[in-house]
């Protein structure tokens, strides 16, 4: 096992010493920055997110992951200014107004950024008037929308019409999710994209921008 293989099968450990001196070794070898973290670390975190969805793994694991790609990204940084490919796309996330929720949120955003999106997130409890403000000011090719409870997955709607009402719906495409939230749900409300998990709208994402 060579040492990008050897990253790419450490993340889900926790090891964060061991991952952080194999990707130090890795630049001393000579390996492209980029490389390292694309079939290294972000390999191996999608590695985890696909064991989350299948249910071999958990959430434990999910944010240990995180936690060791982000300190090894750290030390990638000053590698990566002149080889970075840049964002693909811009996008909005937060969880709609009466919903507290963040671990599937958080769990999207982790999956978005591991494809090179550059994602604003707007946390919980947002409203749609914030939404709005959020899409004038930032102006993403998608915002996502999370919800966790039936009781607050209506507040969804509430975000389309009001982007509907500020002029900005054929602006920007709406994404949502959520244990609730069902692919006739999204029909029903106007939405261009309803995924069961962080791995499918990550994957999902490239085909919903221009």
Not at 39 to 67: C, H, N, S, Y
Not at 109 to 117: G, R, V, Y
Not at 147 to 171: C, F, H, P, Q
Request: charged share 20%; hydrophobic share 50%.
């Amino acid at each position: 096992m060579n040492t990008i293989e050897s990253i790419r099968s450490l993340l889900i450990t926790g090891k964060m010493q061991e991952i952080n001196a194999l990707v130090k070794e890795a630049l001393e070898q000579g390996i492209d920055a980029a490389q390292i973290l694309d079939e290294g670390l972000l390999a191996g975190m999608d590695d985890i997110a696909r064991k989350w969805a299948e249910g071999t793994a958990f959430i434990p694991e999910v944010l240990v992951g995180a936690r060791c790609m982000n300190a090894a990204i750290e030390i990638l940084e000053p590698y990566l200014v002149h080889t970075s490919a840049g964002s693909r796309g811009r996008i909005i996330m937060g969880t709609v107004a009466g919903d507290l929720h963040d671990i599937g949120k958080n769990l999207c955003i982790l999956m978005m950024k591991a494809k090179s999106f550059e994602v604003i997130d707007l946390g919980v409890d947002v409203s749609a008037k914030r939404f709005v403000e959020a899409v004038q000011e930032y102006r993403p090719q998608v915002l996502c929308l999370s919800s966790l409870l039936t009781t607050t997955m209506g507040n969804m709607k509430t975000v389309i019409e009001a982007l509907k009402e500020a002029g900005l719906r054929d602006l920007v495409r709406v994404a949502v999710g959520g244990a609730p939230v069902t692919q006739a749900f999204a029909d029903e409300i106007g939405a261009d994209l309803y995924t069961e998990d962080a791995v499918q709208l990550a994957d999902a994402l490239p085909a919903l921008i221009p």
